[in-house]
């Protein structure tokens, strides 16, 4: 299925294909404070439909991940990255898609703080 989601002011706006039925709670030091709930995707499923220019980007520790934003409203709607085998991926912040329902997904925590 494709979802079209965006962050609050919808400056930043993307469509993904997926099946989000499980997301992940990770318990790193950025993802405890914005509260987000992940799903991850090939980056090939995961389409910007707003220009680029409205990204803003943080990265932290081993700066392996794109944390993306909105330089407007603050809302982190995905990030982007490369698995160890090289595959770009896409982590969406499955919050910033209306459609889905949060209750009926399955959360499954994640000990980054750890790693």
Same mark, same amino acid.
């Given at each position: 299925? *494709?979802?079209?989601?965006?962050?609050? #002011?919808?400056?930043?706006? !993307?469509?993904?294909?997926? /099946?989000?039925?499980?997301?992940? /709670? #990770?318990?790193? %030091?950025?993802?405890?404070?914005?509260?987000?709930?992940?799903? !991850?995707?090939? &980056? /090939?499923? !995961?389409?910007?439909?707003?220009?680029?220019?409205?990204?803003?980007?943080?990265?932290?520790?081993?700066?392996?991940?794109?944390? &993306? !934003? #909105?330089?407007?409203?603050?809302?982190?709607?995905?990030?982007?990255?490369?698995?160890?085998?090289? /595959?770009?991926?896409?982590? *969406?912040?499955? &919050? #910033?898609?209306?459609?889905?329902?949060?209750?009926?997904?399955?959360?499954?925590?994640?000990?980054?703080? %750890?790693?």
């Amino acid at each position: 299925m *494709i979802y079209e989601g965006s962050c609050h #002011c919808g400056n930043v706006a !993307f469509e993904v294909e997926g /099946d989000f039925k499980q997301v992940i /709670d #990770c318990n790193c %030091s950025l993802c405890r404070r914005r509260g987000g709930l992940l799903a !991850f995707v090939a &980056r /090939d499923k !995961f389409k910007l439909t707003t220009p680029e220019e409205n990204l803003s980007t943080y990265t932290f520790n081993s700066h392996v991940i794109k944390h &993306r !934003f #909105c330089g407007n409203c603050g809302i982190a709607p995905f990030g982007e990255g490369v698995l160890p085998n090289g /595959d770009a991926m896409a982590s *969406i912040n499955v &919050r #910033c898609i209306p459609a889905i329902d949060l209750g009926t997904l399955e959360i499954a925590p994640y000990d980054g703080q %750890s790693r």
